[in-house]
């Protein structure tokens, strides 16, 4: 009886910590997976074991990372996202900030039970998340950038560690697929600000849609398209496949030059993440091509040539 009474007390918390992650399922959480499962297989010895401690892995990186962000954006998330814990009142400060530096000992401890190259992503996911959140750094959109490229490149490394049968090294392909993707974010991820330009500029935050509103938006044209090629020409894509990424690529950007706001803007980012998981399955595709060629392994990565 005296469990089943703190049945909802028990939701209520776990209910709580996904307010935290909320906005990030769809953005970081289910491409960063897609990335680190296409890019390096599953070990096949135990995969659902692997697969599921490599996605609890980013899981609690991921909720250090928005602790530590929401800590210090109360008033833009009321305007912005009212559901979170902090926004909506649902938690105090005082826990919150308690929580943040609790899970960051906690990832930190997790990482450490893997060997010494987990503990150092860990280590660097926690001090990128220090300065993105809690640093003026994060209020200039070059830093926001590079910020967000590293500590993606943090989640995707550690991620893909651990799905790995061997948890101390990548092959060629998941070290390609890595650098590739942080570029990728390093020069596109900005267009999730521009949902968010009223909570920016209530802040007085340096973004790039706010610095240059119109620039941004004519610039995603020729940076998607881009990209497109470049990871076409990389993974080894058919015509066909080549020309529909591209396409998408080029309607993906026109949306958020010529539908302009928040609530449009947010279904345009939705897109973005879609185009951005076709671009991290690549990887993926290029191993299952290569094997109905050969034995798997560690193909030749010349295929630009």
Known sequence: MNILSRGPDALFHVTTLFLFC????????????????????????????????????????????????QLYSVAEDRENHPYRPLASGRISFKTTFVLRWASTVTCLVLSALYGRHLLV??????????????????KHWFFRASFN???????????????NCDRTNLDPIASTALLISM???????????????????????ATFPLVYPTFSRVALVPGLLGWSFLVSCVWDLGAVEDAMLAIFSIWVALRFYIHRGPDVDKVSYAWYNLWLGCCFLLPGYYRVRSANLSEWGVPNLDVCD
Request: proline residues 4%.
């Open 149 to 163: 490229s590293v500590g993606y490149g943090a989640f995707k490394l550690g991620t893909m560690l651990i799905s």
């Open 183 to 205: 570029g990728i974010i390093w020069t596109t991820v900005y267009v999730q600000d521009f949902q968010d330009v009223e909570g920016d500029s209530l802040v007085k935050r």
């Open 121 to 138: 992503t860990s280590f660097m996911s926690g001090l990128f998340a220090f300065l993105y959140n809690e640093t003026p750094l994060h």
């Open 22 to 69: 909320k906005s990030d399922v769809a953005t970081t959480l289910v491409p960063v997976s897609v990335l680190a499962f296409a890019a390096t297989p599953i070990c096949s010895k135990e995969p659902i074991s692997h697969g599921c401690q490599a996605v609890f892995w980013l899981f609690m990186h991921l909720l250090q990372f928005n602790l530590s962000n």
